[in-house]
């Protein structure tokens, strides 16, 4: 029954390009129905691959039994063959009578409403709740791994996702000396592996596998090149290999103690310390035995091998470079989670509880109304009940009543230089002095000087502030013209007024 099976291969690859190019026509508005989506294309790639590699192995015919049932067909009679196959047919179906019938047609069709209802979505148990379907990162068990590590600061989780890709020490990672340990090295997998693992779940339709063999292969070459910061090869004797992490060019670099200096006097005195001593003796141990290994492993039978010192470094620069790429290839995941995050730190817990719930009641509502409006406007799907007027926050909802409360944003602030103006709390009325509408207002009533005049909001109130500056000005301008000048009879200068003060008490 070769023929039978080719037949259905060709059928079941046009039904599954049909069903891919429904899926790709449409265009779904929620992030969790794009990625069912792309997920389901994905996974009939995949059948569609396979199913090919079947077909492609019944034409090969390595065993010549397709051959053979063409020369069956075509060489004897042909109701004879008609009716033994007949008969396979009636055998199997009588040992198996209840044997399900498989439809392509309505297996690869788009499911719509109650049979999309019915079925669980490809993408509700592969994401957590932090992740968001796969809108931001969640890499809380990442950074208490790194919280464990020996040696490392304490940072938050928000100064974790700024830093967790910079391995530079100093700044969020270790020592060179301190990274060789079973703790750091199952960290970094981990981390590499659950930056993979996301770039998998949210870019189905891209071949993760190939990214990451790129990766290596880049890494593979910059290692052989000795071109990887921070993991460059050691001499043996000691001395640096070049590579400078002093942050300015005045900073001074210490390679025993993996340590910045910004003055020359501090450098040098901590020359003489205990802990540098102690840094510059495991350094040189480390060099020496590193060294005997080497010649241990050149000597031996491997030609052109490498230290397992050596090749414990390789392993875990590998995995910084990894994260690395990851890291930078997803920058907008990234960048969106530290702005959840910190939007997250101002809302209680209640708060919190209920936006998750929005999040999950969000897919089911969409589906609901586009199976309810189909051909209709979509306009009613993004009303917001909003009866006390609050303001809109940035995700298009109104803002919590008791940030509402916080903010004095129902007090009213009208200001009568800006038209009559009214400005909703204190703190957008206290901007609005230095606004362009304010400081037009002011002109419009022959103002110039601006910055006098915070907290003036009436005109009448504006305008004789103005005229006792003026009037204060006009006193205090003093004509040079009009003052007489009188002469003593030593020749002093002085105005008249003084000269006959001056003249009354006897003075001259």
């Not at 794009?34 to 997920?39: E, F, I, S, V, Y």
């Not at 994260?323 to 995050?341: G, W």
């Amino acid at each position: 029954m070769l023929l039978e099976e080719q037949r259905f291969l060709h059928e079941d690859l046009e039904r599954l390009e049909q069903g891919i190019s429904d899926r790709i026509g449409e265009e779904p508005k929620h992030i969790r129905d794009r990625l069912a989506r792309d997920h389901q294309i994905a996974q009939f790639l995949d059948r569609i691959s396979s199913q090919s590699t079947k077909l492609l192995t019944i034409y090969r015919d390595a065993d010549g039994s397709r051959s053979r049932e063409i020369q069956q067909i075509g060489g004897g009679d042909p109701m004879d063959e008609f009716y033994k196959q007949l008969t396979d047919i009636k055998t199997f179906h009588s040992k198996y009578p209840n044997g399900p019938v498989e439809n392509l047609e309505r297996a690869y069709r788009p499911k719509r409403g109650p049979d999309a209802e019915s079925l669980p979505s490809i993408v509700d148990t592969m994401f957590t709740g932090e992740e968001a379907y796969g809108r931001f990162f969640d890499l809380h068990s990442c950074h208490e791994m790194y919280l464990n590590l020996p040696g490392v600061k304490r940072l938050s989780y928000l100064q974790y996702l700024e830093l967790f890709d910079n391995f530079a020490p100093g700044v969020g990672g270790l020592k060179r000396s301190e990274k060789l340990t079973d703790q750091y090295f199952s960290y970094v997998g981990q981390l590499a592996l659950d930056l993979e693992n996301f770039m998998r779940k949210t870019r189905p339709l891209e071949n993760v596998a190939k990214v990451v063999s790129d990766f290596d292969k880049e890494f593979e070459t910059a290692w052989e090149k000795d071109e990887i910061a921070d993991w460059k090869n050691e001499e043996s004797n000691g001395k640096p290999n070049g590579t400078n992490h002093a942050s300015t060019a005045e900073a001074l670099w210490c390679d025993d103690c993996e340590k910045e200096f910004k003055n020359e006097n501090v450098y040098k005195g901590h020359l003489s310390g205990k802990r540098h001593t102690r840094a510059a003796a495991e350094r040189a141990k480390r060099l020496e035995g590193g060294s005997e290994n080497e010649g241990v492993a050149s000597n031996g039978p491997g030609k052109g091998s490498t230290s397992p010192y050596r090749l414990k470094e390789r392993a875990i620069a590998e995995r910084e470079f990894r994260v690395k790429r990851l890291a930078s290839s997803m920058s907008t995941e990234r960048s969106d989670t530290r702005v959840n995050v910190e939007r997250k730190q101002g809302m209680t817990e209640r708060e919190r509880q209920q936006e998750l719930e929005n999040l999950f009641n969000a897919t089911t509502t969409t589906t609901q109304a586009r199976d309810a409006e189909e051909g209709e406007d979509d306009d009613d799907e993004d009303r917001i009940y909003n009866p006390l007027k609050l303001p809109l926050a940035w995700d298009g909802k109104p803002i919590p009543f008791w940030l509402y409360k916080l903010h004095g944003l129902g007090v009213e602030f009208p200001c009568g230089v800006c038209g009559n103006f009214v400005y909703m709390g204190r703190r957008a009325f206290d901007k609005h002095f230095n606004e362009a509408r304010h400081i037009y207002g002011l002109k419009c009533l022959g103002i110039t000087n601006t910055s006098l005049f915070r907290d003036i909001t009436g005109i009448d109130e504006a305008l004789r502030l103005w005229e006792k500056i003026q009037k204060d000005k006009r006193k205090d301008k003093v004509d040079d013209a009009s003052v007489v000048q009188m002469e003593d009879a030593e020749g002093n200068v002085m105005p008249e007024k003084v000269y006959y003060d001056l003249q009354k008490q006897g003075l001259l």
